[in-house]
């Protein structure tokens, strides 16, 4: 059963002023081809490290790793950071074809899958314009649209909505699961938040501990498009949330 | 309606000092050869032009000025990213610059002599060392500001050597840190043109000596004007330039 990403007893550490932590021990993870994937933990529990590796920016401590991607084709991964952390000396256009300027894609196509992405997230006239020029949430669907103009085997998410206000964190919420419905892409979220787990994911993971492991494990069976007041999601994240607190009490 | 106002008082201002200035000579209270009246100045300026003197001295100081901006600009850009990016360098260099740094740029004139003789070269070395500094330091400081995250975002879309990053990120991230020292270096190395050429060099700087040494006085005004008017179109022009190329900015 080999999914698109395979992490095996996978250990992450940091140092900082020449202290080791240990933040992730023994991490076994598959992710499944066309699964939404949410991983929930408190902040340095190591979620964002774990994203880190897997595109390449840290080194695990311990551990294996295996992204199933077609050679030559598509990049394996393509990462969303939590501030949209667009270049500001490029117009919109020229941010979402950033990615694709070392793959060799000449620049007319690169052009072309700009628009076509920023079509997509809803940004479509807004190409000439200076990242300083949009909001919040705007830069974030341009940093989205980044990510997905690499056409990635998985879309890595890095809490993407965490800083937005909650008008627009759940607008944004909705754009992300009709542009996987329209995209099938794989997608990895990290988020603090249970309830937008819940809402966006087919399965949750919880971690929690030090260092932090699997405390929960969660299936969402709801169908989408689902209602945010639907009781079925309130109970799913209360079972979540009972879970986490027998887990962090045994440990 | 303010700005307006504000204009008509620096002008009054400027003309005020003009009357002044012509009135102290004419008056007798001060020496005309040693203070000529600004009202000769355009007589002086006709003539200067019609010999063809004027033409000539500007563009043979031109000529330095641009050169000597170029070579020590792009030699401080180079190695100021050299030392910003790479700390081996850095710290390998950093008692040569303590040593080299505080050496003013004039002190190089016996140096630029016997190496160069009294030749355009050896005005366009003196020039370029005063420049050179300050885009070494600009351009050091400001890749060494560009954010991180910056560098990541490069890295996490497969930008992994580091010609790529400098291309992708160093430069345009350090682009408005660099031209801030570009525009000082702009006004710098006009000192040192003068400067350069009054050890011989044909230029406006040996002109003004010529015509000092000959008592004329208000023909060195003529060259002092025209330095300033030179000044401020450069600035100008570069200042525009400035605005063109940081137009992504807030």
């Known amino acids: ?251 | 309606m303010k700005n307006l106002s504000r204009t008509a008082v620096s002008a009054a201002g400027l003309i005020a000092f003009l009357a002044l200035w012509e009135a102290l000579p004419r008056l007798g209270l001060l020496n005309t050869a040693l203070v000529p009246p600004p009202s000769e100045v355009p007589a002086a300026f006709l003539r200067e032009l019609r010999s063809g003197t004027w033409l000539t001295a500007v563009l043979n100081s031109l000529s330095h000025y641009v050169t000597g901006l170029a070579v020590g600009a792009g030699a401080g850009l180079i190695l100021g990213v050299a030392s910003g990016l790479f700390r081996p360098f850095e710290t390998a260099t950093a008692w040569i610059v303590r040593l080299l740094r505080p050496i003013p740029g004039l002190a190089w004139v016996p140096f630029a002599i016997i190496w160069f003789g009294v030749e355009p070269a050896a005005a366009i070395f003196i020039i370029a060392i005063g420049v050179f500094w300050i885009v070494f330091f600009a351009t050091q400081g400001a890749v060494r500001g560009v954010d991180r995250d910056l560098i990541e975002v490069a890295e996490a879309f497969g930008f992994r050597s580091a010609p790529a990053r400098l291309v992708k990120i160093v430069l345009p991230a350090a682009t408005p840190g660099i031209m801030v020292g570009v525009r000082t270096a702009l006004g710098q190395a006009w000192m040192a043109v003068v400067a350069a050429e009054i050890f011989g060099v044909p230029g406006v700087g040996q002109r003004m000596m010529q015509a000092s040494s000959l008592l004329s006085t208000e023909i060195v005004l003529v060259y002092m004007l025209t330095m300033a008017g030179l000044y401020g179109l450069f600035d100008t022009a570069f200042v525009a330039l400035q605005n063109w190329l940081l137009r992504w900015r807030a």
């Open chain 1, 1 to 251: 059963m080999a999914g698109v990403i395979d992490i095996r007893a996978l250990g992450l550490a940091y140092e900082r002023d020449g202290q080791t932590t240990q933040v992730l021990s023994g991490l076994d993870l598959t992710i499944e081809r066309g699964e939404f994937l949410a991983i929930v933990g408190e902040s340095g529990v190591g979620k964002s490290t774990l994203l880190r590796v897997l595109i390449g920016l840290a080194e695990p401590s311990a551990g294996t790793f295996r992204i199933d991607a077609e050679p030559g084709k598509r990049a394996p991964v393509a990462l969303v950071f939590q501030d949209a952390r667009l270049l500001p000396w490029r117009r919109v256009i020229d941010n979402v074809t950033f990615g694709l300027e070392w793959s060799g894609v000449p620049r007319l196509e690169r052009r072309r899958r700009a628009k076509a992405m920023l079509d997509l997230v809803g940004l479509g006239d807004l190409g000439h314009r200076w990242p300083h020029q949009l909001s919040g949430g705007q830069r974030q669907r341009v940093a989205l649209a980044r990510a997905l103009a690499v056409e990635p085997e998985v879309l890595l998410m890095d809490e993407p909505f965490a800083a937005l206000d909650s008008f627009t964190r759940e607008g944004l919420q909705d754009e992300l699961l009709r542009i996987r419905e329209r995209t099938g892409r794989t997608i990895l979220f990290v988020t603090h938040d249970i309830d937008e787990a819940v809402y966006l994911a087919d399965r949750v993971i919880v971690l929690a501990g030090r260092p932090a492991g699997i405390a929960a494990e969660l299936r969402v069976e709801l169908p989408q498009p689902r209602r945010r007041r639907d009781p079925g999601l309130a109970d799913t994240a209360r079972q979540l949330r009972t879970e986490l607190s027998q887990r962090s009490a045994e440990l």
